[in-house]
């Protein structure tokens, strides 16, 4: 027995990550329960005042839309209006949810429908196809429980949690069918940038590290420097404004019951934060792609998907995380400023400070690299000699 536990650890170092990193958090014994939260005039011990004081640091992040809706260009003749919602579609999507007794809005974990999928894949699909045609869905679809998780810092300041919101297994079955279409819609006629590597089927971290790191080298083998910016957003999911979406999500042929249907599905959405139990009251969620949802990161990708448009130097995104980069520093400013306009068409916030800039050097010498300087909303980007890509630190001389 102690030689086959050994044989399967050493199985799960050598074999996917995924794998590797769900038997290490297995083995992990970390308490969740939230302890004394702190404002700079008040001490809370009590989980629903702590639950509400989290949901007013969760709200202070929400975008209100001006009403300004930039113009836009149609990005092709392209159109989806309709998605089917077969019992035998149903039934596949139900069977693949994992058997997990989950907490949820309307109370109906993903174990159960997973067992149920023959049963309830006919009625579920009656459903469905009702609220589609109409475009009106269950409000407990439009709600998500929030747990909060900490982040770094201080255990005791509200600002440093994330939340990880729970949302309605049902609804993430009807999702999942919408997404397929969506996905295979957008495939079919390259809709999305192909600089773009998050949330993508055949994309990844890896294919964009490798991308990157040949333009970098193919500069060097030129006696080129590189200039690379590394753009923080301040809350890009959140910051996403309903509007603003479904005017981007138009320009893409996306129409008829589809269009419909994903605006309801975006607006007079709620939430209520769960500490150790107890729960704030239901609060309105102003903004931002639904969190927890199978939709919401296709949807943020569609709202960012034209970001690169003016922008002549390479760049590369994975979801929000983007980097600009060249040997031309003068072109690598110029794309900054286009940059920072179209954040400001799109109500999109740029935290300046917390992007950096690193500049490869071509020498295969451990030398300094010329010097460089950024700016952001004119505000200076600081500099830095190594930077956390995707995982994977780059030093300015590429010797890691």
């Known amino acids: 027995m102690k030689e086959e536990k050994e044989r399967h650890e050493r199985s799960l170092v050598n074999g996917s990550s995924k794998d590797f990193f769900k038997f290490i958090n297995s083995r992990m014994k970390m308490s969740t329960e939230i302890g004394v939260m702190k404002t700079s005039t008040e001490v809370f011990t009590d989980n629903e005042q702590k639950a509400e004081l989290i949901a007013n640091s969760f709200s202070d992040f929400s975008t209100m839309d001006n009403g300004i809706i930039p113009l836009l260009a149609k990005r092709t003749t392209a159109f989806l209006n309709e998605v089917n919602f077969e019992p035998f579609l149903v039934e596949r999507f139900l069977s693949k949810l994992q058997p997990k007794c989950n907490t949820t809005p309307d109370g109906i974990p993903s174990i159960f429908l997973k067992r149920v999928c023959t049963s309830a894949a006919l009625p579920l699909s009656i459903i469905f196809r009702e609220s589609f045609g109409t475009g009106e869905i269950p409000s407990a679809w439009l709600t998500a429980v929030v747990k909060p998780l900490y982040k770094s810092g201080c255990k005791s300041d509200p600002n440093n949690y994330r939340p990880i919101s729970l949302t309605s297994s049902v609804s993430k079955v009807m999702e999942k069918i919408i997404k397929k279409e969506l996905a295979e819609y957008l495939d079919s006629h390259s809709l999305l940038s192909h600089h773009q590597f998050g949330f993508r089927s055949k994309m990844n971290t ?16 030129k006696k080129e420097d590189t200039y690379s910016v590394y753009i923080d957003f301040r809350k890009a999911f959140d910051s996403v404004t309903t509007p603003k979406l479904i005017a981007k999500l138009s320009s893409y042929g996306i129409g008829g019951a589809l269009i419909k249907w994903l605006s309801s599905f975006l607006t007079g959405r709620t939430q209520r934060i769960n500490v150790n139990g107890s729960y704030s009251t239901l609060r309105e969620v102003v903004s931002g792609v639904p969190q927890g949802s199978v939709l919401g990161p296709l949807l943020f990708l569609l709202f960012i998907n034209d970001i690169g448009d003016n922008i002549s130097s390479h760049y590369l995104l994975y979801a929000d995380d983007l980097k600009v980069y060249s040997p031309d520093a003068h072109s690598v400013q110029k794309d900054l400023d286009a940059l920072s306009f179209w954040c400001k068409n799109w109500q999109m916030e740029i935290s300046p400070s917390k992007s950096q800039y690193i500049v490869f050097s071509h020498s295969s010498r451990n030398s300094k ?4 300087s950024f700016n952001l909303s004119n505000t200076s980007v600081p500099k830095c000699e190594h930077v956390r890509d995707l995982g994977v630190i780059f030093s300015y001389n590429l010797s890691r």
């Not at 690299?369 to 460089?372: K, L, Q, T, V, W």
Request: aromatic share 10%; hydrophobic share 25%.
């Open 369 to 372: 690299p010329s010097d460089g």
């Open 206 to 221: 890896e294919s964009q590290l490798i991308t990157y790191q040949y333009e970098i080298l193919s500069n060097a083998g």
